[in-house]
């Protein structure tokens, strides 16, 4: 069974960078998409940035040019996060779609100061 454990959260400045981690408990060799999405205080879960199995990549509009997702396509999804504004304050949570179900993690907090 394959569990998902994020890392890398934290406080930072507006403007500074942020690496978040999504390990997986074992090898997910016949993942779909791997992705990150994050849920601020009120409102809805939204998709971040996802990758597929093939490298295609996909962003929110709103992290576009400033956050970068990679995968090694086993075991980790990588979410480089560079200029960071307030409103990137969230939980993110790791997210691996395989052709019988998605697996999530319990979440990292970002929180990013003015």
């Known amino acids: 069974q394959v569990q998902l454990v994020e890392s890398g959260g934290g406080l930072v400045q507006a403007g500074g960078s942020l690496r978040l981690s999504c390990t997986a408990s074992?090898?997910?060799?016949?993942?779909?998409?791997m992705g990150w999405y994050r849920q601020a205080p009120g409102k809805q879960r939204e998709l971040v940035a996802s990758?597929?199995?093939?490298?295609?990549t996909n962003y929110a509009d709103s992290v576009k040019g400033r956050f970068t997702i990679s995968s090694d396509n086993v075991f980790t999804v990588l979410l480089q996060m560079a200029s960071l504004k307030p409103e990137d304050t969230a939980v993110y949570y790791c997210?691996?779609?395989?052709?019988?179900?998605?697996?999530w993690g319990r979440g990292t907090q970002v929180t990013v100061s003015s």
């Open positions: 074992i090898s997910v060799f016949n993942f779909n998409a």
């Open positions: 997210n691996v779609r395989t052709p019988g179900r998605d697996y």
């Open positions: 990758i597929t199995s093939g490298g295609s």
